[in-house]
């Protein structure tokens, strides 16, 4: 039988594990607070989060252009992805219920490795600095074009 005391002492491991990452791997500004990892958004750093109907086809957009960033998905939010970018400078896009943009300073779950209630998962993980973070300008144009075209892309996809 598994104790709650050797749960709790999985978990904080966990959690302090992959804090330590975070921070050594990228440099972010991240804290252990109980069961969860948090990154406060930096002022160079963003967060967008985006409905799955548009992030599907922004992520396969961006990957096939070579373009890569972190994504993930929380547990209790299961329509929207969130993209890790730079700070935009502009927005081509206005936000809404299916776009948000979190801002600095807000705290962001990321993933500590095990499947919690509440918990975030990656959707693509990024490897190394290099390709943490997507640049939020370009992001934001794909962003753009896709909802611009997103009448003929739904209607085109609803028919399949």
């Known amino acids: 039988m598994t104790s709650l005391a050797s749960v709790n002492a999985d978990i904080n491991a966990a959690v302090r594990s992959a804090t330590l990452s975070y921070w050594s791997d990228f440099g972010w500004p991240v804290r252990a607070a109980g069961a969860a990892v948090l990154l406060s958004l930096p002022p160079t750093m963003a967060a967008l989060?985006?409905?799955?109907?548009?992030?599907?086809?922004?992520?396969?957009?961006?990957e096939s252009a070579g373009f890569h960033g972190g994504v993930l998905r929380l547990m209790e939010e299961n329509s929207h992805w969130v993209f890790l970018v730079t700070r935009p400078r502009h927005w081509r896009v206005a936000p809404g219920q299916a776009i948000q943009l979190l801002p600095e300073s807000s705290d962001l779950r990321l993933p500590?490795?095990?499947?919690?209630?509440?918990?975030?998962?990656?959707?693509?993980?990024p490897q190394s600095t290099?390709?943490?973070?997507?640049?939020?300008?370009?992001?934001?144009?794909?962003?753009?074009?896709?909802?611009?075209?997103?009448?003929?892309?739904h209607a085109d996809r609803s028919a399949a």
């Not at 989060?49 to 961006?62: I, T």
């Not at 500590?112 to 993980?125: F, S, T, Y």
Request: aromatic residues 8%.
């Open 49 to 62: 989060a985006v409905s799955a109907d548009l992030a599907r086809p922004l992520l396969e957009r961006v």
């Open 112 to 125: 500590c490795g095990l499947e919690l209630p509440n918990a975030a998962v990656w959707l693509r993980e």
């Open 130 to 153: 290099d390709d943490a973070l997507f640049d939020g300008d370009l992001l934001l144009g794909e962003l753009a074009d896709i909802v611009a075209e997103w009448p003929v892309w």
